[in-house]
């Protein structure tokens, strides 16, 4: 667990000697990614948005999402930045390094720890013309459930969810509680991002329930193990 002051969860951070082998680390991981033969399986064209979105993936996909942004995202969804909704705990102190290597800022939180603060700080994001990435089924699962956050984010700022898809070809399997997926040198990456779903600001729980088991659906008919 995070530690506490007066009640408040302070998010963890790495050690320097941490911080200096996640910048080695990060060398590679630039390398590797070069490496993916990485391409859309659904025209850019289409699905053309104003204004900042919030990305949908899951948690066992977070090796392609800087890819992702780095090759494709910034092209066609244009905006000031990207900001990663990360937890807390000592993992999440790790991930954030390694993104901050690669220009992406986060918000240390999730449902069940800083919930309330990590929600306004992403609606203060969006405002900002962030884009906002979230992994609806972690920090800890169950894999591939969609937790109810990404819908009151969406709700609270009218912003769309376009939910992001990947099918790896060659790839290493961790055995973590989400089966972390990691593409081999030269994998192929087929890309894929479903239609915007809008929340409306008015939206009761029945509705919000039925949306969120509606971008569940969706995200599973763009996953490929």
Not at 121 to 149: M, N
């Amino acid at each position: 667990m995070s530690p506490r002051k007066s009640g408040i969860i302070i998010p963890h951070r790495v050690t320097w000697y941490q911080r200096l082998l996640i910048a080695g680390l990060s060398y590679v991981a630039r390398l590797l990614m070069a490496s993916w033969r990485c391409r859309w399986d659904k025209p850019l064209e289409t699905a053309v948005i104003e204004g900042p979105v919030i990305f949908c993936l899951w948690h066992n996909r977070l090796s392609l999402s800087i890819a992702t942004w780095d090759k494709f995202a910034q092209a066609k969804w244009p905006a000031k930045g990207v900001v990663a909704l990360i937890s807390a705990s000592k993992d999440g102190a790790i991930l954030t390094e390694v993104v901050a290597n690669f220009g992406i800022k986060t918000i240390r939180g999730s449902s069940s720890r800083r919930g309330a603060q990590s929600l306004l700080e992403a609606t203060s994001w969006l405002e900002k013309k962030h884009h906002i990435a979230i992994t609806p089924d972690g920090p800890r699962g169950p894999c591939y459930k969609v937790q109810p956050g990404i819908i009151q984010l969406a709700q609270v700022t009218g912003r769309p969810i376009v939910a992001f898809g990947y099918h790896i070809h060659r790839k290493i399997w961790f055995k973590s509680w989400d089966r972390f997926q990691v593409p081999l040198p030269f994998s192929r990456c087929d890309f894929r991002f479903a239609d915007p779903i809008f929340v409306p600001r008015d939206a009761t729980n029945d509705q919000r329930e039925e949306l969120r088991q509606r971008l569940e659906n969706v995200m599973m008919s763009i996953t490929t193990d």
